[in-house]
């Protein structure tokens, strides 16, 4: 497994942005496309967004869309998700993954992904 951390969070106004990061000290990791999910206390875990390995493409939640974006800096073994216009309801522990197949499209589903993080707080206030 390729082993990820992710940082970023903190408690943000409802209106405000935060980025969080995902790196890994695993090069292998700029090879597999990268997913952000989240989970809400007492809800499933939800799709947020992904990216293509190469940064070739992305998936973004509709839920979400028009506010978070997710980019990556291979260079630097680190995916960004940029979540501005926060709300209320974006409040959960926020997790990254990888996913492991060599090929195909970008997923959004959280049983294609593998090595999960320890995830980061995201609390936006009222």
């Known amino acids: 497994q390729v082993p990820v951390v992710e940082s970023g969070g903190g408690l943000v106004q409802a209106g405000g942005s935060l980025r969080l990061s995902c790196a890994s000290s695993d090069d292998s990791f700029r090879t597999y496309d990268v997913g952000w999910f989240r989970q809400a206390p007492g809800q499933e875990r939800e799709f947020v967004a992904a990216?293509?390995?190469?940064?070739?493409?992305?998936r973004i939640a509709d839920s979400v869309k028009g506010r978070f974006t997710i980019s990556r800096e291979n260079a630097k073994n680190t995916v960004y998700l940029q979540m501005n216009s926060l709300k209320p309801e974006d409040t959960a522990v926020y997790y990254c993954?990888?996913?492991?197949?060599?090929?195909?499209?970008?997923?959004?589903?959280?049983?294609?992904?593998?090595?999960w993080g320890q995830g980061t707080q995201v609390t936006v206030s009222s």
């Open positions: 990216i293509h390995w190469g940064g070739f493409g992305t």
């Open positions: 993954a990888v996913d492991p197949r060599p090929f195909g499209p970008v997923m959004t589903i959280g049983a294609d992904y593998t090595g």
